[in-house]
């Protein structure tokens, strides 16, 4: 009984974790980027070939606070910069948001640098970003 016990519980175990197996799974490779801004650090994933799981972060530190923005819209228009909304697993909503320019669908070479803007409250801040 003790065995049969001890089996039914690898089973149990064996089961529940095979959700978590998929998880850090990708489809796609990302490009990171990065710069620093007055008092903020600004990450951005690029995903190659698979634009709308690319998002960018910041890091205040004074607040010691990271904030993620996601591609407002999952199309990519190379006519237009991107714009990034601020994302809140809450539904609670930001005025502040990202354009980031001079990204291209199928560049095989992903850029060096790539200029972007944040708008917050406050005037808009250029920067740019740089490959890591």
Do not use: C, W
Request: proline share 5%.
């Amino acid at each position: 009984m003790k065995r049969l016990a001890g089996y039914l519980l690898l089973l149990v175990i064996f089961v529940l974790a095979i959700p978590y197996a998929g998880i850090s799974q990708k489809a796609y490779a990302a490009t990171r980027y990065k710069a620093t801004v007055k008092n903020l650090i600004v990450t951005f994933n690029l995903a190659e070939g698979y634009f709308s799981a690319s998002e960018l972060k910041i890091y205040n530190k004074i607040s010691r606070q990271t904030s993620r923005f996601l591609p407002e819209t999952g199309a990519f228009n190379e006519n237009e910069p991107s714009k990034f909304i601020h994302y809140s697993p809450s539904t609670k909503k930001y005025s502040d948001y990202f354009l980031v320019e001079g990204l291209k669908e199928n560049d095989e070479m992903m850029p060096a640098k790539i200029n972007a803007v944040y708008y917050s409250k406050s005037k808009p801040v250029k920067f740019v970003l740089i490959k890591k």
